[in-house]
C-alpha cells in the first residue's frame, strides 16, 4: 500500500516497534496518522515530535484488551477523518511463566491483548472497509510455530492470531480488503529487555521497521523475519513429537 494520502491506525504506538513505525509513516505526504496506545503521555510527546506540515496526528488513549476502548478509538478516528485506510494492530504483551508461575490474571492479558482484540478490530474495521476496501496487518511473531516452554500462552496467542489473520485474509479478500501478517523473531523492545535468555539474530526496531514497511507497501501476505529464523521455525515445527519434548523438557 502506498501511504500516502491516507488514514492509518496504529495500535501499540508508545514504544519499540510501534514507536518506530509512527516515526517512519509520518514522512508519508499528506498522511492521516491515528496513534493509539494505554500511555498517552507518550503518544502526545511523539505526535508533537513527528507533526509537520502536510500530515495530521490524532494521539489516542486505547487499551486493547478492552472492546470499550477500541470500539471508542474507532469512532473517533472516523468523526475525525471520516474514514480508515489501513489498520495495523501491533500492541502485544508477553510475560514468561512455568507451570508454578502462571497467574489467571497474566493469561488473560495475554490472550486479550495478544487475540481477542484482533477480534474486536476486525468487527469494528470490516463494516467501514467493506465499500472502499482497506489493509488490516496483524503483528504476530515466529514463536506461534510451536508451545515453547515457559511461553506457552504467549506462543499460544500468537498462534491464535496468526490463524484469525490467515482465515480473514480469505474471506475479506472479495471485499478488497487486505489482510497481513506480520510475524518477528527476536526484536529489541521494552517486552524483549525482560528476556533472560539468549535471543538468535535479536534486530533493532529500525531495522525491523524498514523490513515491516517494505513488505506493507508490497501487501506481501505474510512478512517474517529475519529469514534465518523463519527457516529454522519452520524447521522446529517439522521436528517430531518425542525429539522436540525431549529437548523442550530441558530447558530451564
Known amino acids: 500500500m502506498d501511504f500516502n494520502n491516507k488514514v492509518v491506525l496504529l495500535t501499540g504506538a508508545s514504544s519499540g516497534i510501534g514507536y518506530e513505525l509512527a516515526v517512519r509513516l509520518s514522512l508519508f505526504s499528506n498522511i492521516k496518522l ?48 471520516g474514514r480508515i485506510d489501513a489498520a495495523i494492530l501491533n500492541s502485544g504483551t508477553s510475560y514468561r511463566m512455568s507451570h508454578q508461575e502462571s497467574s489467571f490474571l497474566k493469561t488473560e492479558e495475554i490472550m486479550k491483548v495478544n487475540t481477542i482484540s484482533y477480534l474486536y478490530f476486525f468487527d469494528e474495521l470490516i463494516p467501514l472497509m467493506k465499500k472502499n476496501g482497506g489493509l488490516i496487518a496483524g503483528v504476530t511473531s515466529l514463536a506461534g510455530t510451536r508451545g515453547f516452554p515457559y511461553s506457552g500462552v504467549y506462543s499460544a496467542s500468537k498462534a491464535a492470531s496468526s490463524r484469525i489473520l490467515e482465515s480473514y485474509r480469505g474471506e475479506l479478500k472479495k471485499f478488497n480488503i487486505r489482510v497481513i501478517n506480520i510475524k518477528p523473531g527476536f526484536v529489541r523492545t521494552p517486552m524483549t529487555d525482560k528476556n533472560k535468555f539468549y535471543m538468535p539474530m535479536l534486530m533493532e526496531p529500525a531495522r525491523a521497521t524498514d523490513i515491516i514497511l517494505k513488505g506493507l507497501k508490497k501487501e506481501k501476505r505474510i512478512i517474517q523475519f529475519p529469514w534465518p529464523v523463519a527457516i529454522l521455525a519452520k524447521l522446529v515445527k517439522l521436528i517430531p513429537n518425542p525429539i522436540f519434548d525431549y529437548f523442550a523438557a530441558r530447558v530451564k
Not at 507533526?51 to 470500539?71: A, N, T, W
Open 34 to 81: 491515528v496513534l493509539a496506545a494505554r500511555r498517552i503521555d507518550i503518544l502526545n510527546e511523539l505526535a508533537a515530535q513527528i507533526c509537520r506540515p502536510g500530515i495530521e496526528v490524532l494521539p489516542v488513549k486505547c487499551d486493547v484488551s478492552q472492546r470499550e476502548d477500541i470500539s471508542s478509538a474507532v469512532k473517533r478516528v472516523i468523526d475525525t477523518f
